[in-house]
């Protein structure tokens, strides 16, 4: 295979979202906002005839099939697709997120895979590492200066590689996390009191009660006949998941990112202070009693179920998936806020990691015409106004961002995720080894086993490192 060296044009600072120019509601984060100018009065994309008839394979998670808020976004995206370009159409493919970079980059090895797929940060630089995917570059670049210019740094500078853009980010997104309000209150908790990690822990020993009455710090508490827990996450093996709140810890006790260059080696996985803020995250679970056992048996759908069952008090949502799991709670969805997250010593707001999940056309594509017409249209304003409307998603157009459905009560975490992405945002970069399950693994050990956290973590270290030691320098991102 030919070998290609990678430097990707991308945001490591840890300043402010002003700073990088992330996603966010205001002109501070896009280089050159179009103002408070209408949906109408923004120029989108030139769109072309598309090519002769066509049947594009696009490959996602989320699709017009579905019945999730953003399966009904791309169902109107699609609807307004058709009345632009009726000689192509869709053919949607439903898959697992969890697996679906690997499933498309086995695809196309074998000459099968989708003309579009969507792809996370976890794998992009496989993929691109394969030759899988074509440079969007040439259709960008022909786009007006105020349409560029309308999309933040963020959309431009995920998935750019040595000057090629080879994804395209559909949502722009993050967590927060979401508190019971009323559980909190019975508890006599304020939650926006809830700064450091030991608030948070100690705020969930009091909300988190037994069936006899007894809270989680108290004598005599029986963690079988608790009903309503503090907090989970899912963890199950395979389903995409890490030890929790690893990237925080790199950022808030050692200052990094957890990998990235020069050489993205694991080698601070056992420092004392990552060593202790794992451990301390280990005793969510047999020591403060917050967090039930079986969440290491949840997915991420079962995590997000349990949340909205009313079965946790508080949870890391992540502002994409909002929206579709809103309309399923089992509580009053007013009694569900938004808060920023914890840090170490409480003394600032945790950072807003910057995530997304973006389209990328097959090298392969036998209609790429068409699958890049499909993009195109589906980074446009009107494309960018329906996700943030139908399915609750941060905009990724400043000229978007000034429209007034952001301003209704049910959209406000848009605001507070900006906000959070102003004064301390991340990029989540794109290993060239997939690290979560080595990371995962580990965490069970500990929890399961009781490895000693140390001994766990220099296992996970040298199996990661082990990996990255078998590709090739020059095939290493540089970002």
């Known amino acids: 295979m030919h070998k290609r060296t990678f430097s990707r044009r991308q945001m490591l600072a840890t300043g ?9 509601l205001s002109a501070a984060l896009a280089p050159a906002a179009a103002g408070c100018q209408s949906i109408q009065q923004v120029l ?47 053919q949607w493919e439903q898959t697992a997120w969890e697996t679906i970079g690997e499933k498309y980059m086995a695809a196309w090895s074998a000459n099968t895979a989708p003309d579009i797929s969507l792809f996370s940060p976890a794998n992009i630089t496989q993929a691109v590492r394969l030759g899988s995917l074509e440079d969007l570059s040439p259709v960008f670049a022909k786009w007006s200066d105020q349409d560029k210019n309308d999309l933040s740094k963020a959309w431009w500078d995920t998935g750019t590689y040595e000057g090629k853009k080879y994804i395209a980010p559909l949502l722009l997104f993050g967590d927060l996390m979401l508190y019971r309000k009323s559980l909190f209150d019975q508890a006599g908790v304020s939650v926006n009191e809830i700064r450091s990690w030991k608030q948070f822990v100690e705020s969930l020993q009091k909300v988190v009660v037994d069936g006899q009455g007894h809270r989680a710090n108290e004598a005599g508490f029986d963690e079988s006949s608790v009903n309503v827990w503090g907090w989970h996450q899912f963890l199950a093996r395979g389903s995409g998941a890490s030890i929790p709140w690893f990237d925080h810890f790199n950022q808030e006790r050692l200052g990094r990112y957890d990998l990235g260059p020069p050489d993205w080696k694991a080698d601070h996985w056992t420092a004392p202070e990552l060593v202790e803020a794992v451990q301390f995250v280990v005793d969510w679970i047999g020591k403060y009693h917050i967090q039930p056992r079986s969440s290491l048996t949840y997915t991420l759908e079962d995590a997000d179920n349990k949340f909205v069952s009313g079965l946790s ?12 799991w809103r309309e399923k709670m089992q509580f009053d969805p007013e009694d569900a806020v938004f808060a920023r997250f914890p840090t170490w010593d409480g003394s600032r707001w945790g950072p807003a990691f910057i995530n997304h999940w973006s389209m990328g056309v097959s090298s392969r594509s036998k209609v790429k015409d068409q699958a890049l017409a499909v993009t195109e249209f589906w980074m446009s304003p009107d494309a960018d106004l329906i996700m943030g409307d139908v399915a609750g998603q941060q905009p990724r157009r400043s000229s978007v961002a000034s429209n007034a459905v952001f301003d209704r009560p049910d959209r406000a975490y848009v605001k507070l995720f900006d906000t959070a992405a102003r004064e301390w945002s ?42 990255l030691a078998d590709i090739p320098a020059d095939q290493i991102p540089k970002y």
């Open 44 to 90: 989108g994309p030139k769109q072309g005839a598309g090519g002769s008839a066509a049947s594009v394979r696009y490959m996602g998670h989320f699709t017009s099939l579905g019945d999730t808020a953003r399966d009904r976004a791309q169902k109107a995206i699609e609807d307004k697709f058709r009345d632009k370009y009726p000689n192509i159409t869709i």
């Open 313 to 324: 008090a508080a949870y890391q949502f992540g502002t994409h998936r909002y929206e579709s």
């Open 426 to 467: 991340l990029p989540i970069l794109s290993p060239p080894v997939r690290q979560d399950d080595i990371l995962l693994q580990a965490y069970h050990s500990m929890v399961n086993d009781n490895v000693p956290v140390k001994d766990a973590l220099a296992t996970a270290r040298d199996n990661y490192n082990k990996l």
């Open 16 to 24: 402010s979202a002003r700073a990088l120019g992330l996603i966010g």
